[in-house]
């Protein structure tokens, strides 16, 4: 059995149970998703969660009475409207089918008949073995739009068996703990606050682990050849209408007067990168032309759209474009998915693959985007990667490969994305000296490997559950006197670690070691190091290793030796000897 057909099935069997608990419910639809189904309903009274035990039951029985569904197909759309009288949603439903669509139902046994076209299990019997839970109620649109009345929708979980449900349940629990939008404000990472929605706040904390993330960035950029550049938040109408946004991303950027002028706030960085390429003449010999930059853009997103870090109005693209010369293209998208693969590598990710090809709202000649998604291909090919093809949804200016990374609950995110662009080169009119001595026009490559700082950042902070890995705390190391007359010494180990480059913090007040040692485990600080008399005196410390374990009589110099030896790594402890 095909698990959308089994899912679907327990869709049309919840739909039932509500009918009969319910009585004089109208019926929406019920579709299935990637972890179960859900089902809307116009209700005459309210469901909560208090109920959901009570309709998985009914649907138990159901299940057990082991009834087939049967198939009825109606003659005509008149004979459908007149079984489903008085079922409004369905009766619309009905009449925008396409006239030459039959109109089909499913029945259980000789009782509840749903408007479906399929396909379900022949009989209940082959739900015996599946489990499903009811997990959440929301309100929902009648077909997605504000204008309609807005329906109760019940969410459910639906596996074959028991266990796979149970671990989904589980995985689900795990989730709820990482949740960036918790985690970041317990840890003083980020906030975001009503005077700005959609817009973050980056505490102290949550700086510092910017900054390390943006260092490793440039490093990296630096290394494969990049320069980087800086553009303008805020540049003209014109730009925009030249470069395609004005048509193609209007309803998605924000706009403003200067000296009677109109202009935009960047939604993208790219045009930016056009006027710097465009600023000199060019030869064939400089190409590629790699650059880089941290650019700071604006998009207008829905206030429900908005998601912590992971779906903002502002945010700082880590953006390279790269102009070259056609019979470069394959060894620079070879490249950037090198670089992506260093990037990715570092954290633990593993990734997959999407091609992306030319929307219907396209910019350009079909044999530019033919040629272009040909070139993106056989890079992809010559690179040993494998790949799925995401018909229709390029940029309106090139085809892309996306690269969605896996976290260790194993869900996905789409991160890193190199776009292939013949348009806008002519949109701006962009050449370089060939060897010919004539003008010829530069093949550009947009590309990201993280997507923006915000948006890794949250998902870091998910993946790792906010317990970072030594190079990347905010605070690598967190210093405990057991008393106050430990200070003085508290405080020169403090000074030796600065020195020596970590990120540490010293706390010095009145409160007991016990609390000390715990407001740092709270914070999920990698080390603590605690000086007592016999620290004081032998020049060692106590080290507390994030997780549980503890060292005894280290010495302070074998300490950040070790430390310095792991810069850089995933290793979420230092070795058990020093």
């Given at each position: ?295 700071l853009v604006h998009r207008h997103e829905l206030s429900g ?124 009119d962009l050449h370089y000296v060939g060897p010919d001595g ?141």
């Amino acid at each position: 059995m095909d698990i959308g057909t089994g899912r679907h099935s327990l869709a049309h069997i919840m739909a039932q149970a509500v009918t009969e608990l319910f009585p004089g419910v109208k019926l929406g639809i019920g579709p299935c998703i990637s972890d179960g189904f859900y089902y809307d309903f116009d209700l005459p009274r309210p469901i909560t969660n208090e109920h959901f035990p009570q309709i998985e039951e009914r649907m138990a029985e159901i299940i057990k009475t082991q009834a087939p569904l049967t198939r009825e197909e109606y003659p005509s759309k008149d004979a459908a409207l007149a079984a489903f009288a008085g079922q409004s949603y369905k009766e619309e439903l009905i009449r925008d089918l396409p006239a030459d669509e039959p109109v089909t139902s499913y029945r259980t046994g000789n009782g509840f008949c749903d408007l479906c076209r399929g396909p379900h299990v022949e009989n209940t019997r082959e739900l015996l073995s599946w489990a499903y839970k009811i997990h959440a109620v929301a309100g929902a649109y009648w077909r997605g739009s504000e204008k309609n009345p807005m329906l109760t929708r019940l969410y459910a979980y639906a596996f074959p068996k028991k266990d796979e449900l149970k671990a989904h349940i589980a995985g689900i629990e795990e989730a709820q703990k990482r949740d960036h939008r918790k985690l970041g404000p317990q840890l003083n990472l980020f906030e975001l606050f009503e005077e700005g929605p959609g817009f973050p706040f980056f505490l102290p904390k949550g700086m510092l682990l910017r900054n390390v993330l943006e260092k490793f960035w440039e490093r990296k950029h630096l290394e494969a050849g990049y320069d980087e550049v800086k553009t303008p938040v805020i540049l003209s109408e014109d730009l925009w209408r030249r470069s395609g946004h004005w048509d193609h991303y209007q309803k998605n950027m924000y706009f403003t007067e200067i000296d009677e002028g109109a202009y935009a706030v960047k939604p993208m960085n790219c045009p930016g990168a056009m006027l710097i390429y465009r600023h000199g003449l060019h030869s064939y010999r400089e190409l590629p032309i790699r650059m880089a930059e941290r650019g700071l853009v604006h998009r207008h997103e829905l206030s429900g759209a908005l998601h912590g870090l992971l779906r903002v109005r502002c945010f700082t693209q880590d953006d390279a474009h790269i102009f070259m010369t056609p019979e470069q293209i394959e060894g620079e998208i070879i490249s950037v998915i090198r670089l992506i693969d260093d990037f990715y590598g570092t954290f633990g990710f593993a990734y997959n693959i999407e091609l992306s090809t030319r929307p219907e709202d396209f910019m350009g000649e079909i044999a530019d985007w033919d040629h272009a998604e040909a070139s993106l291909k056989q890079a992809l090919e010559k690179a040993g990667k494998e790949y799925a093809v995401n018909e229709g949804d390029g940029a309106f200016y090139g085809p892309k490969i996306d690269f969605h990374l896996r976290d260790c609950l194993g869900r996905t995110w789409q991160c890193g994305t190199i776009q292939l662009d013949f348009q806008m080169p002519e949109r701006f009119d962009l050449h370089y000296v060939g060897p010919d001595g004539a003008r010829h026009r530069p093949v550009m490559i947009h590309h990201v490997v993280l997507g923006s700082f915000e948006r890794f950042i949250g998902i870091l902070i998910e993946h790792f559950a906010g317990a970072f890995p030594l190079w990347l705390a905010p605070v690598q190391v967190g210093v405990v006197p057991v008393r106050e007359h430990h200070n003085g010494r508290a405080g020169e180990v403090l000074s030796a670690l600065r020195k020596a480059g970590l990120r540490c913090e010293a706390l010095l007040g009145d409160e007991g070691m016990g609390g000390k040692v715990n407001k740092f485990r709270q914070d999920k600080v990698p080390y603590t190091l605690v000086i007592g008399d016999r620290e004081a005196e032998a020049g060692t410390v106590s080290v507390r290793i994030r997780g549980g374990k503890q060292a005894q009589d280290v010495p302070l110099e074998a300490f950040v030796r070790a430390c310095a030896a792991m810069d850089g790594g995933l290793a979420p402890e230092l070795a058990e000897t020093f």
